[in-house]
């Protein structure tokens, strides 16, 4: 199946005036000649498949809204080329609109003043959606992201969280092959945030619709997305899966051995002990393929072990590390 989005060696350049200090040197720059580039995108290839649920990731001015911004056709690649839909996005800009969804979360497309339910409506009729199919999906998503109790009032007296899932579902009436969010869950609180990724989680699965997220809440991406694409300054870092980053880091889980009572010094083959409790002991694991059943059996009987609990890396860790590593000058790549 060809992939839904490829990009081959796409660069996005940005010329900026060079500014010169004083007021004279203002008024000169004005009208001058010399500009200094600033390269937000710098030679980025991958291939997005049908139905993929994908992270892009990067810190503050990495290039990932510019990228996105290419990929939906608003800006226009200075350098190789990007495929969206097998069309380039700036050039049959009206054509995918039809076929894609975008959220901005910090930039609503619903109609201020109006009902929920009218720019549901109106939207119909850009998109020219048969009645029917409009009928469906908005019984769908009304029931999907609970707006049952909300949709005939105006948005601006929707909370931040009924705002956003009523956006997630205007994106969506249409039936999109791709979804584009940029910061869906930002200033939520926690129970909006995690009802916005179940159901945009449940969308991939049973739609099949292809999700592409940037995001600085990284449990968005845990829970959403199972292959990640890290940039800085504009270059491609990673390009995998989770599970893999956090292989190729060698992040080491964290051991917990709970006791009825302090057994003394405890001593594991695979494990570095990080801080001691008492009567609970807490290690750092160093061998992957070590198992629960691995440490019970080393711990052995007669110290009377009650619980033992084994927890992975948060992906915050993993996310930070990695970068941690790029930024040394001896770093390798994943």
Not at 39 to 68: C, H, Q, W
Not at 76 to 92: C, D, F, I, K, Q
Not at 255 to 260: H, I, M, S, V
């Amino acid at each position: 199946m060809p992939a839904i989005i490829a990009a081959r060696g796409v660069e996005k350049v940005f010329r900026q005036a060079r500014r010169q200090a004083g007021f004279a040197g203002a008024v000169k720059s004005l009208f001058s000649r010399d500009h200094t580039e600033v390269r937000a995108v710098d030679g980025i290839s991958f291939e997005i498949e049908p139905g993929e649920a994908l992270g892009y990731l990067g810190p503050n001015g990495a290039g990932k809204s510019t990228m996105i911004k290419m990929m939906t056709g608003i800006l226009v690649p200075t350098g190789g080329a990007l495929s969206v839909l097998g069309r380039e996005p700036h050039a049959n800009r009206m054509v995918n609109a039809a076929e894609i969804g975008v959220v901005f979360g910090q930039r609503s497309q619903l109609w201020w003043d109006l009902p929920v339910q009218d720019s549901f409506e109106l939207n119909r009729h850009i998109y020219d959606i048969p009645a029917a199919r409009f009928a469906g999906n908005l019984a769908y998503l009304t029931s999907m992201l609970d707006m049952a109790g909300f949709l005939e009032r105006p948005v601006r007296q929707l909370s931040l969280g009924q705002r956003m899932r009523a956006e997630i579902a205007l994106a969506l009436l249409h039936d999109p092959k791709i979804l584009f969010l940029d910061e869906p869950t930002i200033g939520l609180d926690v129970v909006a945030k995690d009802a916005v990724r179940k159901f945009l989680a449940e969308i991939n699965r049973q739609r099949g619709t292809t999700i592409i997220l940037t995001t600085h809440d990284l449990v968005d991406i845990e829970q959403i997305c199972p292959r990640l694409i890290m940039v800085d300054e504009g270059k491609l870092l990673f390009d995998g899966e989770l599970r893999h980053l956090r292989a190729s880091l060698g992040t080491r889980r964290r051991l917990t051995l709970e006791f009825a009572a302090d057994p003394g010094p405890i001593t594991l083959t695979a494990a570095t002990l990080a801080r001691d409790d008492g009567a609970a002991k807490h290690f750092l694991l160093e061998d992957e393929a070590t198992s629960l059943l691995d440490v019970i059996n080393e711990v052995g009987r007669g110290h009377g072990l009650k619980d033992v609990k084994l927890e992975e890396p948060d992906i915050e860790e993993v996310i930070r590390t990695f970068y941690q590593n790029k930024m040394r000058p001896d770093a390798a790549g994943p």
